[in-house]
């Protein structure tokens, strides 16, 4: 007990300093140590114990773990090493401190990857990730934005923007040709056609804002390739954007003095100077192939006695639009647009014998957009009140398969659909307020065209109780 006791007052009486020297030695024998197993122990002991003198004392923590190395575990004739691999050896991004963190305070700094930090290291990279889309699809519409301003801009001196009248005479050599239908592949898909109906067919067209749509797209070229279209007439109602079609099938009609007093109910007025009972009506948009238009005649050949057409439209009650939707119907439908269809000559003189039923409240004073806006919707209703419909649905008829397409907006002379009837949001960006114009504008349109259907259909079945005269069909229409 006396000999332990003097040993611990000699370790204590050692001043700081003086222990220093014998430190470093025992740090250069740790250092200078041999790897095997069991030699490093000793070493350490028997130094700290010459130094310290207290033979039971073992070597502190934290000098282990800097210096000594961990013991090897054999399997077999292979050493298979316990120690934690060191962070500098870890692949980027696991390395990387901004990612997972420094090493815990007494982990020897030796990494651990635990899953908590390797959730967070890859949401950072899905992040990251995630900017360099969007700034590139940022970047992709901005370009695509700047060469269609750049069309716009060069379009020829006879664009609308100028204010300047196109040329005044046209000749149809240069109109993009339609595509040429492709054979199906399959044995299944082939039909035998019929025969299409001697019946000779009168197509009105409005000219309006988009005169290059008639002179360039291939529009004209498939009606008049046709050979059961007999004539077309072409209204101009716009003095800046009239010129003359010159071609032996065109009637070009100035309807400039009647735009301003019928609106869009030009079009049915002028069918009744059409030299055909079969009248087809198509926006100057629209494109298709001759074999198209074989079916569509083919169709209204078993029933005339309705509207027959591409886009269809059936009302969705309880909808924000008033009931109106514009989802495409198929087959039967209530109401058939004149972006592609054909009727009868005569319903064009029954739509202004019902006219008055909606012309002072709704439509002259209540209307939305460009004056008989919805004159498709009222039409459609006056057919079906003419001709009646079935029980068990509506008596016009939608051709939703029909190969019909929109022509390339580079043909139009203004950009972004800013004349459109019901609005264009193409090439606006959601933050800006002209995007959200054209969404409210569209919106009105909607729900105008969804107050109009139900107005007119409810006064047109209360017609004859409302002191109404029935219209005739046998009547012949009257010369405007």
Not at 86 to 109: A, C, D, M, R, V
Request: charged share 20%.
């Amino acid at each position: 007990m006396t000999k332990k006791t003097s040993a611990m007052h000699t370790s204590r009486s050692v001043p700081l300093m003086a222990r220093a020297s014998s430190f470093t030695s025992i740090t250069d024998a740790m250092s200078t140590s041999s790897d095997d197993e069991t030699d490093s122990p000793v070493v350490v002991k028997q130094s700290l114990s010459a130094t310290v003198g207290v033979t039971s004392r073992v070597a502190p923590r934290w000098a282990a773990s800097t210096t000594a190395p961990r013991r090897k575990k054999k399997y077999g004739s292979k050493h298979v090493s316990t120690s934690k691999q060191n962070s500098s050896s870890l692949p980027f991004p696991f390395n990387h401190p901004l990612l997972f963190g420094e090493p815990s305070k007494g982990s020897s700094g030796i990494w651990s990857l635990s899953a908590g930090k390797f959730l967070r290291g890859a949401r950072s990279v899905l992040v990251a990730l995630w900017v360099f889309l969007m700034l590139g699809t940022i970047l992709h519409f901005n370009f695509l934005g700047h060469d269609h301003d750049r069309n716009i801009s060069n379009l020829r001196d006879n664009s609308i923007q100028d204010g300047t009248d196109v040329k005044k005479n046209f000749r149809p050599n240069n109109i993009r040709s339609a595509p040429v239908p492709v054979a199906p592949l399959f044995p299944s898909q082939r039909h035998i056609p019929l025969p299409v109906p001697p019946n000779k067919v009168s197509v009105v067209l409005m000219n309006y804002s988009r005169p290059r749509m008639i002179q360039e797209s291939s529009l004209m070229r498939t009606l008049l390739a046709h050979a059961n279209v007999d004539e077309v007439l072409l209204l101009h109602s716009n003095p800046k954007t009239a010129f003359e079609f010159v071609h032996q099938k065109v009637k070009n009609i100035d309807a400039t003095s009647h735009n301003d007093q019928m609106g869009l109910s030009l079009r049915f007025y002028f069918s009744q100077l059409a030299k055909n009972e079969w009248v087809i009506h198509v926006d100057d948009d629209m494109e298709f192939s001759t074999a198209t238009l074989s079916e569509l005649l083919v169709e209204f050949g078993k029933n005339p006695k309705r509207i027959v057409g591409r886009f269809g439209r059936n009302l969705s009650e309880g909808n924000s639009f008033n009931g109106y939707n514009s989802r495409n119907s198929h087959k039967s439908s209530e109401v058939v647009l004149t972006k592609f269809m054909i009727m009868e000559r005569k319903l064009c003189t029954a739509f202004f014998h019902y006219a008055d039923a909606i012309w002072d409240d709704l439509v002259l004073n209540s209307g939305e957009g460009p004056l008989w806006n919805g004159e498709d919707i009222f039409m459609s209703l006056v057919a079906n009140h003419v001709y009646g419909m079935p029980e068990d649905g509506f008596n016009n008829y939608a051709m939703d398969w029909l190969d019909v397409w929109s022509a390339s907006d580079d043909l139009k002379d203004y950009d972004n659909g800013k004349l459109d009837i019901s609005g264009g949001m193409a090439g606006y960006k959601v933050w800006d307020w002209h995007w959200w114009q054209s969404l409210l504008r569209r919106n009105r349109h909607y729900s105008y065209r969804g107050t109009l259907w139900h107005t007119a259909r409810e006064r047109l079945s209360n017609w004859t109780n409302s002191g109404g005269k029935e219209f005739q069909p046998e009547e012949e229409p009257t010369e405007p």
